[in-house]
């Protein structure tokens, strides 16, 4: 069985863990679990003796969300146990406590920790960038800058994804995997209009936005419905902005990020040039559609193709896709010049300050070898349901086509914007300025005027960025 196809059969239980981490939510009648160091077992015994690489003496804690697969019929946490396993045969003085965090509960725990109220932070946390720097502002993180070597940022696929990392010009998350959000198209639609001459399918199958606005001009002659622009909700809203942005090669915000810039001559241009499609029937009107309508109406085989896909989206609908004969062909988001800037997920570790320097130590230990050892990470990697952010460890998914195309993305992964202050407030008024321009009840001109004079307001007087 191939490591893709291991992924996959593992969606039944895996996906729910994936798929939390975007959407927030927690799997029923799940609480924090806390789970003892066991002796190692049999079953994982080497073949051959392995090499001690420190004898250092602590105890650290390590919590972590559901972010690993587990074998079917296993709890979550019992991956991780292996993991602590594998790592004590390297390390065989080092406690390592496991806490599984649920996505509910977790976050406001950890920030009622911080604000000083029950027992001590964890030394390491596996989490995502935008809850990681919100506790570096705080200043309750440690540095991680010894890690960040120049072999290992040069190995790293993208810009974007070393900026995640940091806060205040310092690292503060230390990443191994990630995956981009994509677009979904029916193959079956796109063959039958002749829509497929005109998309690329080779390596990262970039495209044009020129080359879009063929391919569903094809389609709605050949009868086929668009993909839904869905703005009813802040769920799923990364989609519609990678949409809306790489459409004329405009942006969110200004370098620094400290203004929002979506009234900028680009992003205008993207947005008149959508409520033509709009009027034309080519994208479906969403202002009263959410994301789950969008992918919903798209597996269902209803529409052409899907604004929001992922590989979390692909291995939770794989039953429903093959049950409704739906092939999905994944396209990244068209851009005018064919050079796409992505959103994506990402999955990294981040370590709480201490004043013991054996526990920070032996925190650092733990972090490398989940990342890095080899005996380990290929595997970490794919049970988080992503992708390697090091060039050098190659493919992971046994030369799986729609993995590889993944992998190819990677390097376009853009500028994560959502560590920024304010974020979750700014999405509000992006979806419903988007549901004013897609009704006609503004002017383009006068709804992203608005967009930016309110969220350039949810901003601090200096934002804190590298």
Do not use: H
Request: overall charge negative; hydrophobic content about 35%; aromatic content about 10%.
């Amino acid at each position: 069985m191939t490591l893709w196809k291991k992924l996959t059969a593992l969606a039944l239980c895996g996906t729910l863990v994936v798929s939390m981490g975007a959407c927030g939510r927690k799997k029923p009648e799940q609480d924090e679990i806390e789970i003892e160091p066991v002796e190692d077992t049999e079953e994982m015994e080497p073949a051959e003796e392995t090499e001690i690489v420190s004898d250092l003496e602590a105890a650290i804690s390590w919590w972590t969300y559901p972010v690993f697969v587990q074998e079917e019929g296993q709890e979550d946490g019992t991956y991780e146990q292996t993991l602590i396993q594998e790592f004590n045969k390297k390390y065989p003085n080092i406690r390592v406590n496991l806490r599984v965090l649920d996505y509910t509960q977790g976050p406001d725990e950890i920030q009622g920790l911080i604000d000083g109220e029950g027992l001590e932070l964890p030394d390491v946390l596996l989490d995502e960038p935008g809850r990681i720097n919100s506790y570096a502002q705080q200043g309750v993180l440690a540095s991680l800058d010894s890690m960040f070597t120049e072999e290992m940022t040069s190995d790293v696929v993208s810009e974007g994804i070393l900026s995640a990392c940091r806060n205040s010009g310092a690292y503060v998350m230390y990443p191994f995997s990630a995956s981009n959000y994509v677009m979904a198209f029916n193959r079956y639609m796109i063959e039958g209009s002749g829509a497929i001459e005109v998309m690329n399918r080779e390596g990262a199958c970039t495209w044009t936005t020129e080359d879009f606005e063929q391919v569903m001009e094809r389609l709605d002659n050949s009868g086929f419905n668009g993909g839904i622009l869905y703005c009813s909700g802040i769920a799923g809203d990364y989609a519609s902005r990678s949409f809306v942005t790489n459409l004329y090669d405009g942006s969110l915000m200004n370098e620094d990020k400290s203004a929002y810039t979506v009234n900028s001559e680009a992003n205008q241009q993207a947005l008149a040039k959508i409520k033509e499609w709009v009027d034309k029937g080519w994208v479906l009107n969403g202002s009263g559609s959410s994301g789950a309508d969008a992918v919903s109406a798209f597996v269902n085989g209803e529409n052409s193709f899907c604004m929001l896909w992922s590989l979390p989206q692909a291995l939770a609908n794989a039953e429903a896709l093959a049950e409704n004969e739906v092939e999905v062909v994944v396209m990244p988001y068209p851009s005018a010049d064919g050079v796409p800037q992505l959103e994506y997920m990402l999955n990294g570790f981040c370590m709480f300050q201490t004043e013991d320097e054996k526990r920070e130590e032996a925190a650092r230990y733990l972090i490398d070898f989940l990342c890095n050892d080899e005996s380990v990470a290929v595997e970490n990697v794919i049970r988080s349901g992503g992708f390697p952010v090091r060039t050098s460890m190659g493919d992971v998914y046994g030369g799986n086509e729609e993995a590889l195309l993944y992998e190819a993305l990677l390097p376009y992964s853009g500028t994560y914007y959502n560590k920024v202050e304010g974020f979750e407030e700014m999405r509000v008024y992006w979806y419903q300025m988007l549901a004013e321009i897609l009704n006609g009840e503004y002017s383009v001109q006068d709804s992203t005027e608005s967009f930016v004079e309110y969220a350039n307001k949810t901003l601090l007087p200096k934002e804190e960025e590298e």
